[in-house]
Nanobody, 122 residues
Framework: QLIESGGGLVQAGASLRLSCVAS????????MGWFRQAPGKEREFVAF????????RYAVSVKGRFTIYRGNAENTIFLQMNSLKPEDTAVYYC?????????????????WGQGTQVTVSS
């Protein structure tokens, strides 16, 4: 089970940091990522980080503004979101799964958090 926190309501240009903790032990190869879903839209990939942190990928829409990284504990990741825009408004979901080469699709993960709301006002 994955547990997210850190969402909120901010103005455009502000920053937020999301956190995700895996409540059960994870092992070598366990990758994690972030997705988001805006009202009326499909869930979309945001960012990915491999077990070691050696592979990091971002959606084009957030590259240069968002940073994904692992905490000191291997079962914790963060998403630092800077220069937020109104179009970043969505429910953000943490996802986890043993890496098999794919990371952009929801099917690449087998564990999900409950989601945390991020709202950016203009």
């Amino acid at each position: 089970q994955l547990i997210e926190s850190g969402g909120g309501l901010v103005q455009a240009g502000a920053s937020l940091r999301l956190s995700c903790v895996a409540s059960r032990p994870t092992f070598s190869g366990y990758a994690m990522g972030w997705f988001r879903q805006a009202p009326g839209k499909e869930r979309e990939f945001v960012a990915f980080i491999s077990w070691t942190g050696g592979i990091i990928r971002y959606a084009v829409s957030v590259k240069g503004r968002f940073t994904i990284y692992r905490g000191n504990a291997e079962n914790t990741i963060f998403l630092q979101m800077n220069s937020l825009k109104p179009e970043d408004t969505a429910v953000y979901y943490c996802a986890g799964g043993y890496y098999n080469g794919g990371y952009r699709l929801a099917e690449d993960y087998d564990s999900w958090g409950q989601g945390t709301q991020v709202t950016v006002s203009s």
